[in-house]
């Protein structure tokens, strides 16, 4: 069984219900998954101040937050994180902040990695968010599995360095295709990789 984590962080929603679906899809291929939220870090009343992030805020608080130990434990690993200007969010840097000792240790090598975002507009920073994620993977030493266009699903989101999707809508078919096959690639490429 290919073990896949599958670590994120959404303020409203967007990469949240992307994470799920990658996780389903990820479970019914016979996958062992782990779902983790990355812990916030902005201060309670800045989030209690924006509805729309209080509301996701308390929809997942009793879900499991990523730890460290997580990707230790991965084959595979796919980053989530809107864009906050160009960049991943804070809140999963400061995950990917805490990674040092088992970086240092080799421990985030040899594993294969795959990221999803979401932006506000189309052209807001979606291929930047995923090549910064794509930057860390490769200071990990890890196998970066982009989809390309390695399916005809991927004419359709127009997305090779990852998956992307502009907030606003809940997933659509052309949405759970992408995400379907990123998953589903990445597993392929980590289960030859275990032999
Ligand atoms: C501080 C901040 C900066 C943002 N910067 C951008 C940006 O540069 N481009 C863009 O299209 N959206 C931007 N957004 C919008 C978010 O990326 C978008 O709402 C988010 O990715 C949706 O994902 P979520 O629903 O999982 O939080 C920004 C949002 C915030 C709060």
Redesign the pocket.
Do not use: E
């Given at each position: 069984m290919t073990k896949l984590a599958i670590i994120y962080?959404?303020?409203?929603?967007?990469?949240?219900s992307m994470a799920t679906r990658l996780a389903e899809t990820a479970e019914s291929a016979g996958a062992e998954v782990r779902l983790r939220r990355v812990r916030e870090t902005a201060p309670d009343d800045v989030v209690q101040s924006v509805e729309p992030w209080a509301a996701?805020a308390a929809s997942v608080a009793d879900q499991p937050v990523a730890e460290p130990a997580d990707l230790d434990w991965a084959d595979a690993a796919i980053f989530g994180s809107?864009?906050?200007?160009?960049h991943v969010t804070s809140q999963l840097q400061a995950f990917i902040d805490t990674l040092g000792p088992l970086w240092q240790e080799g421990k985030l090598a040899d594993k294969v990695y795959a990221a999803i975002?979401?932006?506000?507009?189309q052209h807001?920073?979606q291929e930047t968010t995923l090549e910064a994620m794509n930057t860390t993977f490769a200071h990990f030493g890890g196998i970066i599995v982009p989809p390309g266009y390695t399916d005809q699903v991927k004419f359709n989101d127009g997305n090779p360095y990852g998956v992307s999707k502009t907030?606003g809508s809940d997933l659509d078919d052309t949405d759970r295709a992408a995400l379907d096959h990123l998953v589903t690639r990445v597993l392929m490429v980590a289960g030859k990789l275990r032999g």
């Open positions: 962080y959404s303020s409203y929603g967007t990469i949240h996701h809107g864009t906050r200007y160009g975002t979401s932006t506000s507009t807001g920073g907030a």
